[in-house]
């Protein structure tokens, strides 16, 4: 017998919708578990917006119609779709009454949307709601809030993220209740903050949280409803306290302070790269024995030259020699070539040579070897593919194998054998205006070569710019697992979070944060991404601040 999916009604205030909206209905409707099958109208716009707060916000509004045109954000998250154009369903126009802020539906409109035997309602407009609408579908009225719901309830959404100039925002996915304190998280995911423009800053946080909706639905339906909010439950099982002021859309004043700020930030930070480079390099260290180094305040530093920079260091040992593979960049090419640096045991280094150069960047060098063949797995994201090579000259002649998985934008491959099985993990974004940083995806194979490559059930594995993106090889050390991953909460590869994960299965995934890694042991560097070692040498990369 064949499953029925999942019904669904949706709350709106119009029928054009912005393209966030857009895209995530039409995932809805081209699913194998959801369908729409009512839309559910608000006729009367509410106009409860005093005089007074409208002269309070107009230069807002004016601020972000400029900030709109001069910064582009393509594509836009808000362009104006029509929803009838991919949903055919039944329509319900209604007139709710306004209680306190909050819109109360007649009881005959309640009647008409029980009778279509919903399974949810999504609010996608609307002011909060009350009543006995709460109790109109199986499980009840989903709706997005975009911003911290634990510490900045209330925040207009991209906005104080730039005038307070926090390093991320939120946007979380709630089971709704009539009292907001009460509202039950479904999911949650973490975005780092744009701090040049709100509208920038805007478009990915609502284009981000556009696959948390069809993605909860499909775990839903996988799952069912017990297992389902049996989970939830669990994650919601401690009481949430609120202590920070309700962040109510910003006064004039308000406005121009956090703007003057911004930008003197923002200018301050230009004139510096007038004088100053901010370089990629390469820190190493050798041990005695054969262990990781983990003092980074130890390592020495390998500086290229100041028309180009290195990253992403994957180290391999062969015959007492080490081959450090790595991204270089010249800035007037601004294309990423693979290239290797060879070692000795007593530090002694060669300089880079290129061993892999395509028509599109490449970067992030992760090797594997199998049966005795080394591989490599450069990042080419900008050929929509995961590229698997095979080096036949060691180590400066590669050819392409296969490519392990096409039409993905998808960056960091790592892949972890575990039992005869391969997990490849890499950040991977479905809609172009994404941010690729945020999501984890996991995928498995039996076979590295002319393997079927399997979408974890619970991807994205991860949704949080603290620890999604990979920054090295998963390790084994005293008989845990460990993943190195990137810190982007403050800016792209700003440190690293080491990862233990606990389960790995083809249909659970598990993993616990262990340690944070800051750039903090010398005054001139800003960031670190990338950890990798291998039998005594331990490599890690870096940006520096040098004078031009």
């Known amino acids: 017998m064949e499953k029925k999916k999942l019904r669904i009604g949706l709350l709106i205030d119009s029928y054009t919708i912005p393209m966030w909206v857009y895209e995530m209905v039409q995932t809805i409707q081209n699913s194998s578990h959801s369908e729409i099958v009512l839309l559910i109208k608000k006729e009367v716009e509410d106009q409860n917006l005093s005089v007074k707060s409208e002269r309070a916000n107009s230069l807002l509004s004016l601020y972000q119609k400029w900030d709109k045109a001069r910064f582009k954000p393509s594509p836009d998250a808000f362009e104006p779709k029509k929803i009838k154009d991919i949903v055919e369903c039944p329509t319900l126009n209604v007139r709710p009454e306004l209680l306190d802020s909050k819109d109360v539906l007649q009881e005959q409109d309640i009647t008409t949307i029980t009778s279509h035997s919903l399974d949810i309602l999504v609010k996608l407009g609307f002011n909060d709601l009350y009543g006995s609408v709460f109790e109109s579908s199986k499980y009840g009225i989903w709706g997005y809030h975009h911003g911290n719901f634990e510490t900045h309830r209330g925040a207009v959404s991209g906005v104080w993220e730039i005038l307070e100039n926090w390093d991320e925002t939120r946007a979380v996915l709630l089971q709704l209740s009539e009292n907001n304190e009460d509202s039950i998280k479904i999911h949650e995911a973490f975005y780092s903050t744009d701090h040049v423009s709100m509208s920038r800053n805007k478009n990915v946080l609502y284009y981000n949280s556009a696959t948390m909706l069809p993605r909860k639905l499909e775990e839903l339906y996988r799952l069912g409803d017990k297992a389902f909010f049996d989970k939830i439950k669990k994650q919601a099982t401690q009481p949430l306290f609120y202590s920070n002021k309700e962040f109510k859309s910003p006064t004039n004043i308000q406005l121009i302070k956090g703007i003057y700020h911004n930008w003197k930030r923002a200018i301050g930070g230009m004139i510096s790269r007038k004088f100053h480079v901010s370089q990629w390099i390469i820190l190493f260290k ?13 390592f020495k ?5 100041k028309d180009r920079f290195w990253a992403d260091p994957f180290v391999i040992e062969k015959n007492g020699i080490y081959y450090i593979f790595l991204e270089e960049l010249i800035y007037s090419e601004n294309k990423g070539k693979i290239a290797v640096i060879e070692m000795d045991q007593d530090g002694n280094y060669t300089h880079p040579k290129i061993v892999l150069e395509r028509p599109y960047h490449l970067s992030y060098p992760f090797l594997i070897e199998e049966d005795g063949v080394l591989y490599m797995l450069p990042e080419t994201e900008q050929n929509n593919t995961i590229e698997l090579y095979k080096c036949i000259e060691f180590p400066h002649v590669w050819e392409l194998q296969e490519v392990l998985i096409d039409n993905i934008m998808a960056v960091d491959a790592t892949i ?9 993990f890499t950040n991977a974004k479905e809609y172009l205006g994404t941010k690729i940083a945020n999501e984890l ?33 998963i390790f084994n050390y005293e008989g845990r697992v460990f993943r190195p991953a990137q810190n982007c909460s403050k800016h792209y590869g700003y440190g690293m979070q080491i990862m233990e994960i606990i389960t790995l299965n083809e249909t659970e995934y598990d993993e ?5 890694i800051y750039p903090n042991w010398e005054k001139d560097i800003e960031s670190v991404h990338t950890l990798n070692f291998n039998g005594k040498l331990t490599v890690i990369d870096a940006v520096i601040k040098r004078r031009k």
């Open 301 to 305: 530093r390998m500086l290229p030259p």
């Open 286 to 298: 050798l041990e005695k024995t054969e262990k990781p180094s983990k003092s980074f305040h130890d």
């Open 512 to 516: 616990r944060p262990i340690q944070s």
């Open 416 to 424: 972890y054998k575990k039992d005869d099985k391969f997990w490849l």
């Open 441 to 473: 995806m996991l995928f498995s194979s039996d076979s590295l070569l002319n393997g079927t490559w399997t979408p974890h059930p619970q991807n994205p594995i991860a949704i949080d710019h603290h620890f999604a993106r990979p920054a090295g090889n």
